[in-house]
Each structure stands twice: as C-alpha cells, then as structure tokens.
C-alpha cells in the first residue's frame, strides 16, 4: 500500500500537524505538542516558515 502525506481532515489550521501524525500513525495531539515545543524552542521564526510553505505544499487529502 503506497501512503501519501496529505494535509489531514482532522485539522485545527491547516491539517499539516493532523496529515504527518496520520501519515506515521501517530496521535496527532503529539505531533502538535512536539511541534509547537519546537518551534518555542527554535524562536519560533523558523517553525512559523515551514508551517507556512507545508500549507502550500502539502496536497489535500482525496477523501470522496
């Protein structure tokens, strides 16, 4: 079976957060606390770029 990173349905702004934790089948709640300590902890700059281009890079999921 060939997985895709998609953005997720399950989002909360864009569904990157939701779209990586389902694409290693994680708790998505995870993905997003580990995401935001990062981006604290990386002075936020850089977190906040690559949010931002994963939004516009990511495709959205193909659910019918």
Do not use: H, Q, W
Not at 13 to 30: H, M, N, R, S
């Amino acid at each position: 079976m060939n997985k895709r990173l998609t953005k997720s349905t399950d989002k909360i702004l864009a569904g990157v957060c939701g779209g990586i934790a389902d694409f290693f089948e994680i708790d998505p709640t995870l993905v997003r606390a580990g995401y935001a300590i990062l981006t604290f902890f990386s002075v936020a700059f850089p977190g906040f770029l690559l949010y931002i281009l994963l939004t516009f890079i990511m495709p959205s999921s193909d659910v019918d």
